[in-house]
């Protein structure tokens, strides 16, 4: 699944997956510094259970690495897979 950064203004950005002009996944985040803040994740029912959560914050981690960021996790569904222990090297 692809997904697209878009830049919603005011430091606040997301990775999104649209189909038919409805965005049915996303991840978003407020950028503070080097920190991305990540205050929601949601999937829609249409792509529930296919992992399409754990993509997005893969989508979103591989992005901090590459611009050398941290991530902070706000949301639920960040915060639990944060304590799996797969992100440290991103946390901030």
Do not use: P
């Not at 991840?27 to 992992?51: E, P």
């Not at 959560?53 to 991530?71: G, H, I, P, S, W």
């Amino acid at each position: 699944m692809e997904f697209t950064l878009v830049d919603r203004g005011n430091a606040h950005f997301a990775f999104e997956h649209q189909q038919d002009g409805e965005v049915i996944a996303e991840i978003s985040w407020v950028q503070k510094g080097n920190i991305m803040a990540m205050d929601h994740t949601f999937v829609s029912d249409k792509l529930r259970g296919q992992g399409v959560a754990k993509q997005l914050l893969d989508q979103a981690a591989n992005y901090a690495r590459e611009q050398d960021y941290k991530m902070e996790a706000i949301c639920s569904y960040v915060v639990a897979a944060f304590k799996r222990g797969t992100y440290d090297d991103v946390k901030a």
